[in-house]
């Protein structure tokens, strides 16, 4: 048996725990924060668990935590040194590894310290057992999620963890000149999907306004062909590399296998995004990848993701689907054309 802490977007936990419960038969499952963090306790080992969750990924699963250890919270200093002893004694663990301290709070925990203070005693304590600690690119991670009676404490590498940030909530710097959020969505589904944008050249946007997306790839080095009845923000006019069909998508038509790259972010009927979708699909080469969200605006979110992959793999190979940290009520769809 193993214990393990589930994330998912806010709202959401309720479809990852039912593709948990799709998954492993005799799972039992507790919210710790409403809708977003669970508890979850499956019979099978970690490997069994790890094994299970990589064939099939539930789509709304954004980060999970083993529970090697839970320790009641004392509310004062001996927490930390209790955490403390914990990582003194995992020398064998974290010996020459690149390890980072990732901890979350629930509202209600008696933990008093902070993330940043948390860090700071425990990196000292894994520099003495001989860990390296780190925050970019670990290769192993502590974490740690403060409950309302137990800190509950695990190690794993990011892979393992489905992340490499605390509870899969990445962070992306805002950068001057910047034109939509809508830009983390593609820039974390490159991270997620392990997709290089430069190595493509020719990508098709639809939906693109304001150009968000647009602009990414363009800054990648690609060329872009951006289609959207609404305007693009008056920024991107500098890149000759972009050209711009002020239509919708259902006018534009282009020449065979144009493009290795399509994109769409429509926020529209899942059911009208495919379609325009596998309209464009003779423009795309063989093995092209596209990269789509799916809005989810009906009560059954599972079941609009499964008619909208069924219609989709008619044309396309999928590789991944998955809400991603900056998906509000949508998913993000990694495909490659067939
Ligand atoms: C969420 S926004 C896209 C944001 C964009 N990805 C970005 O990074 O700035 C959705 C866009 O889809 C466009 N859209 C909706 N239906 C469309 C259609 N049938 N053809 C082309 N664009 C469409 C809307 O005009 C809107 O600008």
């Not at 668990?49 to 919270?73: C, G, M, N, Y």
């Not at 927490?79 to 403390?84: N, Q």
């Amino acid at each position: 048996m193993t214990l393990w802490i589930g994330t998912a977007n806010h709202g959401f936990a309720t479809y990852a725990m039912e593709e948990l419960r799709r998954l492993f038969n005799e799972i039992k499952l507790n919210q710790l924060a409403p809708n977003e963090i669970f508890r979850m306790e499956v019979p099978q080992d970690r490997e069994e668990t790890l094994a299970l969750l990589r064939q099939k990924e539930p789509i709304f699963l954004r980060h999970i935590q083993p529970v090697d250890r839970s320790l009641p919270i004392m509310g004062n200093a001996d927490d930390l040194e209790a955490l403390s002893e914990l990582v003194r004694n995992s020398r064998l663990r974290c010996e020459h590894k690149r390890t980072a301290v990732h901890l979350r709070r629930a509202d209600n925990s008696p933990f008093q310290y902070t993330a940043a203070d948390t860090k700071l005693v425990l990196d000292a304590v894994l520099s003495e057992a001989g860990g390296e600690p780190s925050l970019q690119s670990p290769e192993l991670i502590l974490s740690i999620y403060a409950g309302a009676e137990e800190l509950h404490v695990g190690w794993g590498t990011p892979e393992e963890q489905l992340s490499d940030w605390p509870g899969g909530a990445v962070r992306f710097q805002r950068e001057d000149g910047q034109i939509s959020r809508a830009k983390f969505k593609l820039l974390e589904a490159e991270r997620a999907f392990k997709l290089d944008f430069a190595t493509f050249k020719e990508a098709l946007d639809i939906g693109a306004a304001p150009g968000g997306w647009t602009q990414l790839l363009l800054e990648r080095g690609l060329y872009v062909t951006s289609v959207d009845p609404a305007d693009l923000h008056p920024s991107l006019r500098q890149y000759p590399r972009l050209t711009y069909w002020k239509k919708n998508a259902s006018e534009v038509k282009f020449q065979p296998e144009a493009f290795d790259l399509l994109v769409c972010d429509m926020s529209w009927s899942p059911m009208q995004m495919s379609k325009l979708v596998l309209e464009q699909i003779g423009a795309l080469a063989d093995g092209a990848a596209a990269i789509i969200t799916v809005k989810l605006m009906h009560k059954k979110p599972l079941q609009t993701i499964r008619d909208v992959i069924a219609k989709l793999q008619t044309s396309f190979e999928l590789k991944r689907a998955k809400q991603l940290f900056h998906n509000r009520d949508e998913i993000t769809l990694y495909l490659v054309k067939k």
